[in-house]
Antibody, heavy 122, light 107 residues
Framework: QVQLVQSGAEVKKPGASVRVSCEASGYTFTSYYMHWVRQAPGQGLEWMGVINPSGGSTSYAQKFQGRVTMTSDTSTSTVYMEVSSLRSDDTAVYFC???????????????WGQGTMVTVSS | DIQMTQSPSTLSASVGDRVTFTCRASQSIGSFLAWYQQKPGKAPNLLIYKASSLESGVPSRFSGSGSGTEFTLTISSLQPDDFATYYCQHYNTYSQTFGQGTKLEIK
């Protein structure tokens, strides 16, 4: 079955970086874009950006440009999302989510990873 | 940027009730609108896409309607498993915007 499996919880100090992975299975990895969404404790959903696993082109939300990097590894069907210069307000659950279409923006997110809790604390 | 506004923030209802959630866009978005259900500690689950298309496997008591700037999600007869938070999402090529969510509580 189609599934996305994310890496485990992380605890980081302010100023550090964190990298979260998302391994896809059950579909053609390179045919669908992958999005990243985060959710701070008790808050709503915030879109961070999207990557084309085939070729690695990216588009980031303006808020995260310069601080977030998304990459892909087609050999392992895994996408990565790295956040640098972490602050306390980056404490959140980070989700990867598969685009339902081969063209970003043309469909909703049909499959989500289980989420990765990132805690930023001194 | 397009803003998505959901109302109400919280909705109290009983099993068997018919409930409706509203999502408004700050400008016309055609039918590029999805609805998700999220339970505590879980990832969101896609219910409706293209404003009114039911995702495979989602019970038929869920339905979506609307276009342009005003959209609704209706649950025809609430079941115990439906108490959760519901988010709308506008999707397009360059950005994705979620509403702030509506929490559905047991009355």
């Amino acid at each position: 079955q189609v599934q996305l499996v994310q890496s485990g919880a992380e605890v980081k100090k302010p100023g550090a970086s964190v990298r979260v992975s998302c391994e896809a299975s059950g579909y053609t990895f390179t045919s669908y874009y992958m999005h990243w969404v985060r959710q701070a404790p008790g808050q709503g959903l915030e879109w961070m950006g999207v990557i084309n696993p085939s070729g690695g082109s990216t588009s980031y939300a303006q808020k995260f440009q310069g601080r977030v990097t998304m990459t892909s590894d087609t050999s392992t069907s895994t996408v990565y999302m790295e956040v640098s210069s972490l602050r306390s307000d980056d404490t959140a659950v980070y989700f990867c989510a598969k685009d339902g279409s081969g063209i970003p923006g043309m469909d909703a997110f049909d499959i989500w990873g289980q989420g990765t809790m990132v805690t930023v604390s001194s | 940027d397009i803003q998505m506004t959901q109302s109400p923030s919280t909705l109290s209802a009983s099993v068997g009730d018919r409930v409706t959630f509203t999502c408004r866009a700050s400008q016309s978005i055609g039918s590029f609108l999805a609805w998700y259900q999220q339970k505590p500690g879980k990832a969101p689950n896609l219910l409706i896409y293209k404003a009114s298309s039911l995702e495979s496997g989602v019970p038929s008591r869920f339905s979506g309607s609307g276009s342009g700037t005003e959209f609704t999600l209706t649950i025809s007869s609430l079941q115990p498993d439906d108490f959760a938070t519901y988010y709308c999402q506008h999707y397009n090529t360059y950005s994705q915007t979620f509403g702030q969510g509506t929490k559905l509580e047991i009355k």
